[in-house]
DNA sequence: TACCAGGAGTCTA
DNA sequence: TAGACTCATGGT
């Protein structure tokens, strides 16, 4: 598969890294198919920013060289992290998606989050709350996730949670709110916000990431948040994309 | 077979 | 309020 690898854009490594686009596309021998509309990844640098969609799906707007030295600066660890994961990008996808991807995601594998999604997807077709709501999905084998997914759907669908609401509220508000979807807690709403609303300052911080801050950093895991807020700041989601991935790794 | 996985909700001290 | 326990399932 021909695959665009330049200094600032790896779309394997991007594709594959656990992000939204790892749940909501489908990977073949010729390439990624999105899921909810069948439609195939330009594997072509010039064509993706022509187009508005991939150039807000791979946030081709950041100039990642430029945040990369920035949050590498004094920083052996992650200088090593973007060394080996050059061209890893942030993505911004659909928050319904997002929300879905995240939910089913607890205390789960990446593998068995693709399989579950895809299942999600076949039973309800394109993946709505309405859909949702409405499709039989006991057979799927989603675990305890499953009244997760169905009353996060119904929160939308009967009593009128507007997600999109979301996007007006400043990132504590925002978690906050995230917070009252059933099957969304602290991780799983910074998920949300970094992968499904741009919050790029937000630090997603699963076992992954919180082996790596202690491994890497000494960090306890009290104090990542405060510790990568001070440290990285508004580049914090891109920090936390290379250690995620840096820790799968060599951990 | 045992442990763990991009955790959250609930119980208990 | 903090820490322990429980949840469903399958990858490693």
């Known amino acids: 598969m ?3 690898k330049t200094l600032d ?3 394997a490594f991007t594709m594959d890294s656990g992000q939204t686009p790892t749940f909501t596309w489908a990977k073949n021998e010729n390439g990624y198919t999105e899921l909810s509309t069948g439609h195939k990844l330009p594997l072509n640098l010039r064509e993706l920013s022509q187009s508005e969609k991939y150039a807000k799906m791979f946030r081709l707007q ?8 920035k949050i590498s600066e004094d920083d052996l660890v992650l200088s090593a992290a973007i060394t080996k994961f050059g061209g890893l990008r942030l993505t911004h996808c659909d928050e319904w998606e997002t929300t879905v991807a995240f939910i089913l995601s607890q205390n789960n594998h990446i593998k068995r989050i ?3 999604y895809f299942d999600v997807h076949t039973t309800c077709g394109k993946i709505t709350p309405e859909n949702v709501l409405k499709a039989d999905i006991s057979q799927l084998k989603l675990g305890y996730r499953e009244k997760y997914l169905k ?10 949670f507007d997600l999109t609401h979301i996007n007006k509220l400043n990132v504590e508000d925002a978690r906050d709110a995230l917070q009252e979807l059933p099957g969304v807690g602290p991780k799983v709403a910074d998920c949300i916000l ?13 076992t992954w990431v919180y082996q790596g801050m202690e491994k890497f950093y ?12 001070e440290r990285w700041g508004k580049h914090a989601g891109y920090a936390q994309q290379l250690l ?5 790794s060599e951990l």
């Open 62 to 69: 950041d100039d990642v060289s430029s945040i990369y030295e």
């Open 244 to 248: 995620f991935c840096k820790a799968r």
């Open 2 to 4: 021909a695959q665009i």
């Open 218 to 229: 000494e960090v306890k895991t009290k104090d990542v948040q405060a510790f990568a807020k």
């Open 151 to 160: 009353e996060t759907a119904r929160l939308i669908v009967e009593n009128g």
């Open 194 to 206: 970094l992968y499904g609303f741009g919050k790029v300052d937000c630090f997603p911080t699963d």
């Open 9 to 11: 854009f790896d779309i």
């Open 114 to 116: 693709q399989k579950n």
